[in-house]
């Protein structure tokens, strides 16, 4: 009697299949008279003749482990899936569901290393800038007079006023919870720049060969901005004299109109004289407006305090700016 594996005959000549084996009917069983040879594979294996199937055979087929990492070759070659083929024997259906392998997808370790190293020498270079340097002020006041120049139409009125909106941060505070007196003069510092640049001034100087400082401000202080309060700073051209521009900023709160400060400037010109400045603008020759009498007199006031100081340094011959 011969049992084969996977025979799909029936009766009579067919076969029963019992877990992956095939048994013809009326054929004596493994251990019973007259022995019996069982083909599994290639292979024949004979035994006692028995009328009962040993209990051995009545387990179910088992893959081994072994043979299943045998049976499966794993490529890792990109683009490559594992092939079925052993390289000791043949591939098992049940090897190529129990084994998977994915590609790693993560990026090659030294593209990561260069990548976080790239990403330190920016955080070092930020803090480096932020640290030794007022950065905020110089990215703010390039950034405004890029605004007034490409962004905002120009002004030709010189003596108009412009304003340039803010609110109070939590870096302008100081320890009275309110906007620190300095950053007035920081707030006020980046309106005027915007203002000279729209309204033509910075772009006659730079044409002239010549440029402006700040040679005296004066600071009055009337109430206090708080925490998030929206101001509008407001500046205008006062009038020149025959070495600087005047101008006023007025620091209007946003939630009732309130001017909360008041600033004065001397903007003086060096390499050129203001009366050149604005004929260039006005293809004429313009006078001053009458200047107010506040500003007349701190305009005195810093007259008489550069004489003082001449004098007490013994340079009575040197003129301040």
């Known amino acids: 009697m011969t049992l084969r594996a996977n025979d799909p005959r029936g009766p009579g000549g067919k076969r029963e299949s019992r877990r992956g084996w095939t048994r013809r009917r009326n054929e004596p069983r493994l251990g019973g008279v007259g022995g019996e040879s069982v083909r599994k594979g290639g292979a024949t294996l004979r035994g006692p003749p028995s009328l009962a199937l040993s209990p051995l055979a009545r387990l179910p087929r088992v893959v081994s482990p072994m043979r299943c990492i045998r049976s499966v070759s794993v490529s890792l070659s990109p683009g490559l899936s594992p092939g079925p083929q052993a390289a000791g024997g043949p591939s098992h259906p049940a090897c190529a569901r129990s084994l998977a392998v994915r590609q790693p997808s993560d990026p090659s370790p030294p ?78 510092d980046v309106a005027r720049a915007a203002h000279l640049a729209r309204c033509g001034v910075l772009g006659a100087l730079r044409a002239l060969g010549a440029h402006a400082v700040l040679a005296a401000s004066c600071a009055r202080y009337r109430r206090s ?29 946003g939630r009732d109109g309130f001017v909360c400060a008041l600033l004065l400037f001397r903007q003086h010109v060096l390499g050129t004289t203001p009366d050149q400045v604005v004929q260039y603008l006005c293809k004429r020759r313009v006078e001053s407006p009458e200047l107010p009498e506040d500003l007349q007199h701190w305009i005195n006031y810093n007259e008489a305090s550069s004489q003082k100081l001449r004098a007490e340094s013994g340079l009575s011959s040197t003129k301040d700016q």
Request: aromatic content about 12%.
């Open 111 to 188: 593209a990561a290393a260069a990548g976080m190293l790239w990403l330190l020498v920016a955080l070092g270079l930020a803090a480096a800038y932020f640290s030794l340097l007022d950065g905020w002020y110089l990215v703010r006041v390039p950034l405004a007079v890029l605004r007034a120049r490409l962004l905002q139409p120009p002004v030709r009125d010189l003596l108009a006023e412009q304003s340039y909106a803010g609110r109070v941060l939590p870096s302008d505070l100081d320890l009275l919870r309110h906007m620190n007196n300095a950053r007035y003069l920081r707030e006020a």
């Open 225 to 253: 901005l708080r925490l998030l309060e929206p101001f509008e700073v407001r500046t205008r051209l006062l009038g020149w004299d025959s070495r600087a521009f005047y101008l006023e900023s007025r620091f209007i709160s």
